[in-house]
């Protein structure tokens, strides 16, 4: 059971304020963005849910969110779901779950389809059903009012509220418009409203004020009401939206749609979000109503539940299914908003605002937030494939293509084609271009780089100097050079003389994606092998070394904000230029960086390069992306709005001995006899789980933090008694957010045993000085009655003299026998140490002798000797899987079954770990890889079920003869090497 987070109520108040203000600035940018561009994530049962019929949805204050289901109650962190039903949850009277409510106590209501209504309060759980006063125990909804009374909507018996134990029933009879109850709501002023069959009831007490169709709503069943920051009051009816004016309802907006309306939100930038019944979700906002149906990604078309969570993200539970739409920072434009294709290639700014498109089916022109036009083989173009675009200084467009060369484009027609058969130089895959302020068009194709000047071609290749024949980029300097990023490093050409620059020396590398240059003429190197500069004549790089995450990048863009953005096929990049000149001038060890992936709204963060622009900062300041799922677009000034803070930490159980325990006040009290403590942890965040990393510390038992990446558990074994305190911290590194600072605490104190307790220990003390005192005592006396026996003792010494002489002698007599026996002991200890104790056959110790022996026994008789070595495939999974134990259980079978097949043949001895040997004297390699090949097959049939069920045992081996070599280690490494190729080639076979 969870436990309630141990961070008070005011750090959960600031974290909230601390929310609010980063989600202010982005009200504007929300209100435009379409639904296609918001990130969208979906969870059906494939994913973990018990059911794909999302009911209803809340969020609890520690930030849990809560789903109801045909199959249960659903508790959700972000990244796996935790189901409460009748098997784990004897208090749950049914599976199926209508509603689900979070007060802002942390108590959760749970409504169920005929089990009553159940409220869950940290780890004690409460039912009522109709022994306990419900009028029927099939429940629509519930909610807690701010008295702590307890409110039941049922499916035909009206409404009952629980003053404490005590219910008091409200039906037709009484003043209610109808005993189908479909909603509740709890009014800022607390009072409660009540959605019916026919019309709302508003609750002063216990007096009814009653709406109907005479007070402006529609005849019809009403389903959901909704209350936003305001105080207005939303309705949700079978035909549509109305909103409360005054005393009476009007429609909400004549955009949405006349549909049943089973669910409604408000989110922070005063949004209206509807689900329906027919027609999906639809957003109405100052700009108007949007729809989001199943054709664009929506699980189901019926919305049941909606809810807006702190991080301001819209979920939406369906009939199909769960789905999480969130406003990131990067907006993507795919074929969702009309893009040919989504597979982006190329970007150039277009006039007036606009973004040219080039993907791998056909050129998008974007402007104002849609695409406007779309140029493709069915609208004349010879290709569909683009892969690079330059806006000519005539103001007509260039598109190069994958394999009709250059297009010349103006007013979406084609006035101008090069290529091959038109006498351009290289090939008809243009991956690169550039122009001079002359006009001169630079063209950087597969097989060369050709030059248009004048109507005349001119071919660049391996002859005139560049280093690779393969372009990638083209980049005309302010010197008025030219640079060529090729597959084997970069070139400059100066009044047609080529300058190569060797980049090899630089963390080797040779790609050269993209340039950027400075106004100071400092040039900026996107490479296979990071980002390098070359300034001055010098060349330095930024790679993994240096702290970045990737080194493969595709562009480099420089924002004007004090950022370079660098993409990749794991997402973006931004680091800040100061940090990245410190770094190359050696006053910063390691890179800071921001990285920027799905959860930041890439719909893919495989970017893409090769082409280009694959990126490029538009007049208006924004970065544009080119990624395999669409067009990305960011804006720089807004980033910050976007960066989340980092969430608190929530212990969600703890464990003492195996058994779940719960905390009070900040305290975990365990009994004596506890050794071994458990904490299950997570930081609740929807917006980056899998970006969160964690780290813990014992008080009392640890000197520093214990790093555990995204791991959430700490065990703990052996305590002592006494006073811990376990705190857990939180960090987003991939995403420039370190360690929070405030990280989450709890105090633990384990009771000693009474004999570990301080008046045990004083009281032993002292017993133990009163024995010591008897006993000094005691041996006074006895050394008083010694003295007058001493006279006696003199007489007789001379006899126990002699006496004395005979046990000597009968001692070193034994001791001579003992001798003996500890020389057979040694004996058996050497055989010991030739065995291998877990499968009782040779160890290497004894093999490496005996192999030598056979090795020089086989080269004086010249008689053939074969050497094989087994290893047990996949042998850390039985570990992993079952245990070590099992994996023990596994060498003894194997090795039992080796020796079984070998049939006195050969030698076998256990080689090491999962490894054994065997050697087989005077036998040929084709025999002996015929005993090998059983010796496989033996082993294949071993029977695992008593310690492994369901695991298949199989071996891989390596197997050669003496021929050729002249040492017996040169026989080993022989078949080591064969027993690798075995692995590689996919194992359970033998090599040889």
């Known amino acids: 059971m969870p436990m309630a987070s141990v961070q008070g109520w005011r750090g959960k108040a600031l974290a909230c304020l601390l929310v609010l203000s980063c989600l202010l600035p982005l009200i504007a940018a929300a209100q435009d963005k379409p639904l296609s561009a918001f990130y969208r994530e979906t969870w059906t049962t494939r994913q973990g849910l018990p059911h794909n ?52 106590d942390g108590a959760v209501v749970i409504g169920t389809s005929r089990g009553g209504v159940t409220v869950k309060r940290g780890d004690r759980w409460r039912t009522w059903m109709e022994k306990d006063g419900l009028a029927q125990e099939e429940v629509m909804d519930a909610l807690l009012d701010r008295q702590g009374r307890l409110w039941v909507a049922t499916e035909s018996a009206g409404i009952t509220r629980m003053d404490g134990d005590v219910p008091i029933q409200f039906n037709e009879r009484n003043g209610l418009p109808s005993d189908v109850v479909y909603g509740l709501l709890l009014d800022r002023d607390g009072s409660v409203w009540a959605a019916t069959a026919n019309g709302v009831a508003h609750f002063h007490d216990d007096r009814i004020q009653v709406y109907r169709a005479d007070a402006g709503l529609p005849a019809a069943p009403i389903f959901r009401l909704i209350q936003d920051a305001t105080g207005a009051i939303f309705v949700g009816t079978e035909r549509g939206v109305y909103r409360m004016q005054g005393q009476r309802f009007a429609i909400a907006s004549p955009l949405l749609p006349e549909d049943g309306v089973p669910s409604m939100a408000k989110d922070n930038a005063g949004n209206l979000w509807v689900g329906t019944v027919n027609n999906g979700l639809v957003r109405l906002g100052a700009s108007g109503a949007e729809r989001f149906t199943s054709v664009r990604g929506l699980p189901n078309n019926r919305v049941a539940g909606l809810l807006v969570d702190r991080e301001g993200s819209i979920w939406a539970g369906t009939n199909a299914g769960l789905l999480r739409l969130s406003d990131a920072s990067f907006s993507t434009w795919n074929g969702d908003q009309g893009l040919s294709d989504d597979y982006v290639r190329a970007l150039f700014e277009a006039p007036r605002g606009g973004m040219w498109i080039g993907t791998s089916r056909g050129l998008n022109l974007w402007r104002d937030g849609r695409i406007e036009a779309t140029y493709s083989a069915a609208e004349g173009l010879p290709s569909d494939s683009v892969l690079s675009l330059l806006e000519s200084r005539d103001g007509s467009l260039l598109v190069g293509s994958y394999i009709d060369g250059v297009l010349r484009m103006r007013n979406g027609k084609v006035v101008g084609h090069y290529d091959n058969a038109r006498g351009m130089p290289g090939s008809n895959q243009v991956r690169a271009l550039a122009e001079e302020a002359d006009g001169t068009l630079w063209i950087g194709t597969s097989r060369g780089l050709a030059r248009l000047r004048n109507g005349a071609f001119k071919a660049y290749g391996l002859a005139e100097g560049l280093p690779r024949e393969f372009i990638i980029s083209l980049h005309i300097a302010r010197d008025g050079s030219l640079w060529v990023g090729t597959a084997n490093g970069a070139a400059n050409i100066v009044g047609g003389k080529v300058r190569t620059l060797d980049m090899r020396p630089v963390n080797g590398a040779q790609d050269v994606f993209d340039f950027h240059e400075d106004a100071d003429g400092t040039l900026w190197l996107a490479t296979d092998r990071g980002l390098l500069r070359y300034r001055n004549g010098v060349l330095r790089g930024l790679a993994l070394k240096e702290g970045l995450p ?165 065990q703990y074994t052996n305590l002592r008694p006494g006073r811990y305190r376990f705190l857990v911290d939180v960090s987003a590194p991939t995403l420039g957010r370190d360690w929070s600072g405030s990280p989450t605490t709890i105090d633990i104190e384990i009771q000693p045993q009474p004999w570990q307790q301080a008046w045990f220990l004083a009281l032993a003390t002292v017993l133990l000085g009163l024995l010591l005192f008897a006993i000094y005592r005691w041996r006074l006396g006895s050394l008083r009655r010694r003295a007058t026996e001493l006279e006696d003792v003199i007489d007789q010494r001379t006899s126990a003299l002699r006496e004395q002489t005979d046990r000597l002698i009968e001692s070193d007599r034994e001791k001579s026998i003992l001798l003996a026996r500890l020389k057979e002991q040694s004996e058996a200890f050497e055989r010991m140490a030739l065995e291998d104790a877990l499968t009782g056959i040779g160890n290497r110790r004894s093999f490496d002798d005996r192999l030598a022996k056979a090795f020089d026994r086989a080269l004086d008789t010249r008689q053939p000797l074969s050497f094989a070595l087994f290893d047990v495939d996949e042998f850390k999974r039985i570990n992993d899987q079952y245990s070590h134990a099992a994996g023990d259980h596994a060498l003894v079978a194997v090795a039992h079954a080796l020796q079984a097949g070998i049939e006195g043949r050969g030698s076998i001895a256990r080689w090491g770990g999962e490894e054994f040997a065997v050697l087989f004297e005077g036998m040929p390699l084709d025999e002996a890889r015929q005993l090998c090949e059983r010796l496989r097959e033996r082993v294949q049939r071993i029977d695992c079920s008593e310690f492994a069920p369901g695991w298949t045992m199989t071996i891989s081996a390596g197997v050669t003869e003496r021929t050729g070599l002249s040492h017996h280690e040169k026989l080993v490494s022989r078949a080591d090497a064969l027993l690798y190729e075995a692995k590689r080639a996919g194992r359970n076979r033998i090599c040889g």
């Open 550 to 714: 990737v080194d493969t990048l595709f562009s480099v863009v420089d924002d004007e904000l004090g950022h370079l953005w660098m993409t990749s096929n794991r997402g973006v990049l931004r680091i800040k230029r100061s940090d990245a000149e410190a770094v190359l001038d050696g006053r910063l060890a390691q890179l800071p960086y921001d990285h920027f992936g799905e959860a930041d709204g890439l719909v893919s963060a495989q970017c893409n390069g090769g082409s280009g622009p694959a990126a490029l900062r538009d007049s208006r300041g924004n970065i544009w992306v080119a990624t395999s799922r669409g067009a990305a677009v960011t804006n720089p000034g807004r980033l910050k709005a976007y960066r989340h803070q980092l969430p608190q930490v929530v212990l969600e159980q703890a464990y003492a001995n195996d058994q779940p325990v719960a905390a009070e006040n900040r305290l975990l009290r365990l009994p004596a006899g506890t050794q071994k403590l458990e904490f299950r942890y997570a930081a609740l965040s929807f917006l980056m789980p899998r970006f969160l990393r964690y780290r813990y510390r014992l008080e009392g038992v640890d000197a520093d933090w214990i790093e555990r990446g995204n791991q959430r558990v700490a």
């Open 53 to 104: 019929q999302v009911n209803a949805i809340a969020q609890s204050p520690d930030g849990y969110l809560w789903l109801g289901t045909w199959e249960g109650l659903v508790r959700y962190n972000g990244l796996e779901f935790h189901v409460f039903d009748r098997a784990n949850t004897p208090e749950l009277k049914d599976n199926g779950i209508r509603s689900v409510r979070a007060g802002d």
